[in-house]
């Protein structure tokens, strides 16, 4: 008897320690509330003996900026012990032309992403990264916004928007859309849409419950028994792209470089001298590496580069009870930090359509052309009259970030597709 009680006990103890509690808060409008989506995440972390406390403040067609400016989400957000605030914004805007999308939507993410940062001090924003129509968006095509009029080109506006605001606002990816483009992909005979060809059929929804699962807790989404109304099958394959898109691929969601508690800022004083600003919250401990074999332990150093090049700079802390690191990369030349920008190059037009052109009279090199999300391209690179040209028909719009050389010295242009 003895040892049965030890063994219950014992397995009683090992689930209590394997157990992992999350508080999260939904903003977003009907593709979440459509199947109720925060509650199919719940019972899936459940299944796995997990734990996700939520609230949800959804509405039907709710834009970043209308939340942004309700003092109902605001109020909540400002709470606090939020681990998670996710920001889903209505299911075309990030499709719009660049021009409304730097105007209506990024302002609004970034309010929305301070704000959960400045009342959370061990949380992080979410983006909910939606999906493309199932047939492109036909009113928008209508408009003269060619992209749009296929699933394929208004899902792929969908992804680099996403992108560029978790980029932007230092937050994570709940990459749904990116599963279901795999699950067209593989499985083109599951119906992921509901009748209207834009809102997720319950299959959809469950897509993304194992989606968010996999980003709140880190864990592999194969774990979960949890079908819902799927088939063991339908649940399976799911599980298995979910696994092999988001599990298995972690970093590329940005978890490792933002999923921290340790935060920080920088400026340029002088021009190889930088003042780094610490924005943790409650820690006591500040651990600086400068990515020039230099450290420092004080909380807001100064650091002066003695050579030009890129940085990786550091910050440790033991804020929200453990230590977690910040990395930023600093670029360090002539004319200062963030984006170079020499007198003998210009890099025009910028935004841009189709291509940019290089203007110098120095033999330049490219290093590549990488999407905001780091992945590289392929581009062609040619020598004209006064420089060189690089087509860009083949990307979609977005931030790329463009990496050239003169000489030794390497540089970084940011380049924004229209």
Known sequence: ????????????????????????????????????????????????????????????????????????????????????????????????????????????????????????????????????????????????????????????????????????????????????????????????????????????????????????????PELATFNGNLTATESQVIKSIVKNTVYDNLDMWLIGTNDVTSRFNYQTTGTSTIQFTNQTQNATTFAWTFGDGNTSTLENPSHTYLATGNYQVTLTTNACGRNSTKTKSVTINNLGTQESKIDQVQIYPNPTQSFINIITDQKLSIASLSDASGRILKHDFKKTENGYSIPLNHVTTGTYFLKYKIGEKEYTKKIIKK
């Open 1 to 220: 008897m003895k040892k049965t009680l030890l063994f219950l006990f014992l397995i009683s103890f090992s689930f209590t320690i394997a157990q992992t509690t999350k508080k999260v808060f939904f903003v977003g409008n009907s593709y979440t509330y459509t199947n109720d989506l925060p509650e199919l995440v719940k019972l899936t972390a459940l299944s796995t003996g997990d734990v996700l406390n939520y609230q949800t403040h959804a509405m039907g067609g709710a834009t970043l900026k209308q939340h942004a400016q309700n003092q109902a989400v605001t109020s909540i957000i400002n709470q606090g012990n939020w681990d998670y605030v996710v920001l889903q914004e209505q299911s075309q805007i990030p499709s719009f032309p660049n021009s409304y999308i730097q105007s209506e939507m990024h302002p609004y993410a970034k309010q929305l992403a301070d704000l959960t940062k400045a009342s959370n001090a061990c949380g992080n924003p979410i983006f909910f990264m939606t999906w493309g129509y199932k047939t492109g968006d036909a009113t928008n095509c209508a408009n003269g916004n060619t992209p749009v009029c296929t699933y394929e080109g208004m899902d792929d506006l969908i992804y680099n928007r996403y992108m560029d605001m978790a980029q932007i606002n230092e937050g994570l990816i709940s990459p749904v859309g990116k599963v279901w483009r795999t699950i067209r992909q593989q499985q083109p005979t599951m119906d992921l849409y509901s009748s209207d060809g834009s809102h997720p059929s319950y299959l959809g929804s469950m897509a993304a419950a194992y989606t968010f699962y996999t980003i709140l807790f880190k864990k592999n």
